[in-house]
């Protein structure tokens, strides 16, 4: 079945650990995003791809870092630097060329800091 | 300055009424896109709708139909016969731009966690 798929589920980091949330995607879409969820909260744009080995900084890129090597993988790597990174993160997914509701979500990735 | 705005925390419904979420917004693009997601407890991001600036007619999917007012920059959902499975959190979202090119950056505003009593 085509979809985006997030690993792991959950994940419990310690201070000053970095961790890598993994998301890939079947669809054959050029647009990739990473959004956070804190509790209660709606999502906000961390960086987002048009197209691969290109990405752009969202409204909280700080402490966070990407890649896009690959037109499926779209990896979030969560730094020491980011100061509170307990929060529920989203990968998405998207065409380029129609408008519209082609915006296709993950199931998430829950990350504690222990 | 907050570009989506849900005014409604949380709402409580009888099963079967029909339920209206309000969602405002705030943006000088002509063009844009304005879209309702379900979040239910398990986390995923469910698209229910979707309405562009330039759509003529208000959007319906089945049980779930978008008031458009654009003069008045509102995009409410409204759900017709509502069931016990709608109770879920409520994102109202919007994409500046067209779309046609490039991603499709989403704005959210803050949800609302809807209720469905039986």
């Known amino acids: 079945d085509g979809g985006i798929t997030q690993s792991p589920k959950y994940l419990f980091r310690k201070e000053g650990q970095n961790v890598t949330l993994s998301c890939e995607q079947n669809l054959n879409h050029d647009a990739m995003y990473w959004y956070r969820q804190d509790p209660g909260q709606g999502l906000r744009l961390i960086y987002y791809s048009q197209i691969v080995n290109d990405f752009q900084k969202g409204d909280i890129a700080e402490g966070y870092s990407v890649s896009r090597e690959k037109k499926e993988s779209f990896p979030l790597t969560v730094t020491s630097a980011q100061k509170n990174p307990t929060a529920f993160y989203l990968c998405a997914s998207s065409t380029t060329g129609t408008p519209g509701n082609t915006i296709y979500f993950g199931e998430g990735s829950w990350l504690t800091v222990v | 300055a907050q570009k989506i705005t849900q005014t409604q925390p949380g709402m409580f419904v009888q099963e079967k009424e029909a339920v209206t979420l309000d969602c405002t917004y705030d943006t000088s693009d002509p063009s844009y896109g304005l879209f309702w997601y379900k979040q239910p407890s398990s986390g995923e991001m469910i698209f229910l709708i979707y309405q562009g600036s330039y759509d003529q007619q208000n959007a319906t999917e089945g049980r779930y139909s978008l008031n458009f007012q654009k003069a008045r920059k509102s995009a409410n959902l409204v759900i017709s016969a509502s069931q016990l499975g709608d109770s879920a959190m409520y994102f109202c979202?919007?994409?500046?731009?067209?779309?046609?090119?490039?991603?499709?950056?989403?704005?959210f505003g803050q949800g609302t966690r809807l209720t469905i009593n039986p």
């Open positions: 979202a919007m994409r500046e731009g067209r779309g046609i090119q490039g991603a499709q950056k989403l704005v």
